[in-house]
Nanobody, 129 residues
């Protein structure tokens, strides 16, 4: 079982920055470099939506149009972690953010949440105006 733990959420002022982290946890943490890793978010009353994804090697990334140019997904396979750098945060970015792992690393990255196999518990991002 893959256990993922997000951290770094909190209150940020509109226009500010926040960095989210996702790490594998558990007694025998899995190696995240075996997975494409994605970030999703869900605001109250809305469906979970894709934010960004990075390939298992870190060689390619893909972003939702709503965050392109403001957010950056990265990974440090040596630290077994994935990150989401959020810059120029907007009020509409407020949501619970989830990291997710896609074990099908030899297939193209996915934006559909149903294609992801493992999820963290989420971290709340609140944006003040």
């Amino acid at each position: 079982q893959v256990q993922l733990v997000e951290s770094g959420g909190g209150l940020v002022q509109a226009g500010g920055s926040l960095r989210l982290s996702c790490a594998a946890s558990g007694r025998t943490p899995v190696t995240l470099s075996n997975y494409h890793m994605g970030w999703f978010r869900q605001a109250p009353g809305k469906e979970r939506e894709f934010v960004a994804v990075i390939t298992w090697s870190g060689g390619s990334t893909y972003y939702a149009d709503s965050v392109k140019g403001r957010f950056t997904i990265s990974r440090d396979n040596g630290k077994n972690s994935v990150y989401l750098q959020m810059n120029r945060v907007k009020p509409e970015d407020a949501a619970v953010y989830y990291c997710a792992a896609d074990r099908n690393r030899f297939t193209p990255v996915q934006t559909n949440s149903a294609r992801y196999d493992y999820w963290g518990q989420g971290t709340q991002v609140t944006v003040s105006i």
